[in-house]
C-alpha cells in the first residue's frame, strides 16, 4: 500500500491466468484523491481533474473538391464538446467556473463561426459574397470538423484554459477530437 498526496494505493502484480510463461504484470488500485502520475512499467499513467462544457452553433459551409455532396453548398447545427482538465482544484474546488469557459467559447464562436459561411481561402465564391456583402470567413485550410474543433481548442488555449480536447459534433452520429498531446 503506498500513499501519494493523501491518495491510497496499491501495487500488485499478477500472472494472467492459464499461461504461467507469461511476464507478471503490474495492477495498480486507486482508492480515493489526487494524484498527478503512477509508474505503471515503462509508461505513466496521469490521473486529472476534468470538466465538459458543451456550447452549440451553426454554421453554413462547404469543401472544395470534395467527391460528395459535401461539395454542395450546406449547413449544420453542431455541439462542440470542452474538456479542461487540471491536476489540482482551485480554492473552490472547482477546475474552474463553467461560465468561464463559456464567456470565452462563445465569444469566439459568435465572433468567428455562428452563423457564418466558412470557406477555404481558395473557393472561387468568395467573391460573389464579397460583392453582395455577405458574412464569411475564409480559412487556410478547408473547413471541416476537424479544422473547427482544432480552432476553438487552439483559441481556449491562448486564452489561458487547459484544454484537453474540443470535440465537434457535426450530427448526431459523427464527431471529430482535436487534442494535442
Not at 42 to 56: G, L, S, W
Not at 109 to 132: M, R
Not at 135 to 161: N, W
Amino acid at each position: 500500500m503506498g500513499m501519494h498526496q493523501g491518495l491510497r494505493f496499491s501495487l500488485r502484480a499478477y500472472v494472467p491466468v492459464g499461461n504461467a510463461s507469461a511476464p507478471a504484470r503490474t495492477a495498480v488500485y486507486l482508492n480515493a484523491g489526487n494524484i498527478p502520475y503512477l509508474n505503471y512499467g515503462t509508461a505513466y499513467i496521469f490521473i486529472m481533474y476534468t470538466i465538459t462544457k458543451e456550447v452549440y452553433f451553426c454554421y453554413g459551409h462547404r469543401l472544395m473538391n470534395h467527391p460528395g455532396k459535401c461539395r454542395n453548398l450546406h449547413g449544420h447545427s453542431v455541439k462542440a464538446s470542452i474538456s479542461i482538465e487540471r491536476e489540482q482544484l482551485n480554492d473552490q474546488g472547482m477546475v474552474c467556473d463553467f461560465s468561464d469557459i463559456k464567456d470565452s467559447v462563445e465569444a469566439f464562436i459568435d465572433q468567428q463561426l455562428d452563423h457564418n459561411f466558412l470557406l477555404h481561402k481558395d473557393d472561387p465564391i468568395i467573391p460573389l459574397l464579397t460583392a453582395n456583402k455577405e458574412r464569411f470567413l475564409a480559412l487556410d485550410e478547408h473547413p471541416t470538423a476537424e479544422v473547427l474543433s482544432k480552432m476553438i481548442y487552439r483559441h481556449l488555449k491562448q486564452s489561458g484554459f487547459n484544454v484537453s480536447q474540443v470535440v465537434l459534433w457535426e450530427t448526431a452520429s459523427a464527431h471529430a477530437c482535436y487534442r494535442e498531446n
